[in-house]
Each structure stands twice: as structure tokens, then as C-alpha cells.
């Protein structure tokens, strides 16, 4: 009931509901056909999104050259700590030198932490 008494304040508030009273609104929004509504919705959304979008890649400009090896003085950490470390080492090498482009440090689709990690990863 509190759902549906949002839907209406809102409907109220956007002007869609102006001449329908509270019965009314519930009984077209709120009842048995609106919930049967909902699901043949909630059906036509489960067919269409049966796959995983595709990730989005981002390449690295050509200037960013990233480590193949962890770094020494990280090397009695933990793998991922040692691999964080590295990383950052080298995403202020690339900053200062000001050859990142675009690039930054965590990014829709991939930004330099992913592209170094990954590259370390690969590198093993």
C-alpha cells in the first residue's frame, strides 16, 4: 500500500493523476491487473536481456608503458598488494612525465589500474 500511495503522490506531483482520486488511481495502478501488468513487463525484460552487454574496452594511448614485473622493493607482499604498489609507482612516473593522455586511474571500461594489473597479470 505505501508503494502504491508513492506512485500516486508522485503521479500527483507530476500532474498525471490530477483529475483521478485515491480509489480510482489504485484500483488502475495498484490492483490484481496492475501486478499481472507488472509481470508480463518483468517477462518481456527477462527475454531481452538473456546475454551480458559486451565490456567496453579502453586502449592505452601508445606513451603508457606499463610494467611487466612486480617491483622489487614490493616483492615480499601479497601478489595483489605488491601489483597495487607497482601500479601506482608507475601511473606517477607516467602523470609526471605526462604521458597518460586521456587515460586515468580507474575508468568506465578499463582505466590504467586495470590495463597495469592486467598487464602484470599476463606478464606473470
Given at each position: 500500500?505505501?508503494?502504491?500511495?508513492?506512485?500516486?503522490?508522485?503521479?500527483?506531483?507530476?500532474?498525471?493523476?490530477?483529475?483521478?482520486?485515491?480509489?480510482?488511481?489504485?484500483?488502475?495502478?495498484?490492483?490484481a491487473?496492475?501486478?499481472?501488468?507488472d509481470?508480463?513487463?518483468e517477462a518481456?525484460?527477462?527475454?531481452?536481456?538473456?546475454?551480458?552487454?559486451?565490456?567496453?574496452?579502453?586502449?592505452?594511448?601508445?606513451?603508457?608503458?606499463f610494467p611487466?614485473?612486480?617491483?622489487?622493493?614490493?616483492?615480499s607482499?601479497?601478489?595483489?598488494?605488491?601489483?597495487?604498489?607497482?601500479?601506482?609507482?608507475?601511473?606517477?612516473?607516467?602523470?609526471?612525465?605526462g604521458?597518460?593522455?586521456?587515460?586515468?586511474?580507474?575508468?568506465?571500461?578499463?582505466?590504467?589500474?586495470?590495463?597495469?594489473?592486467?598487464?602484470?597479470?599476463?606478464?606473470?
Open positions: 500500500m505505501k508503494e502504491c500511495s508513492t506512485k500516486y503522490q508522485a503521479a500527483k506531483g507530476d500532474g498525471s493523476a490530477k483529475d483521478k482520486k485515491w480509489n480510482d488511481f489504485r484500483a488502475k495502478f495498484c490492483g491487473d496492475a501486478a499481472a501488468a509481470k508480463e513487463d518481456d525484460v527477462a527475454k531481452t536481456t538473456d546475454k551480458e552487454p559486451e565490456k567496453a574496452t579502453t586502449a592505452a594511448p601508445k606513451s603508457v608503458k611487466k614485473a612486480i617491483d622489487k622493493k614490493y616483492s607482499e601479497a601478489p595483489a598488494k605488491g601489483r597495487l604498489h607497482t601500479c601506482v609507482d608507475a601511473y606517477h612516473a607516467a602523470k609526471d612525465a604521458s597518460l593522455g586521456d587515460l586515468k586511474w580507474i575508468q568506465k571500461g578499463g582505466g590504467y589500474w586495470s590495463l597495469c594489473n592486467s598487464s602484470i597479470k599476463a606478464a606473470g
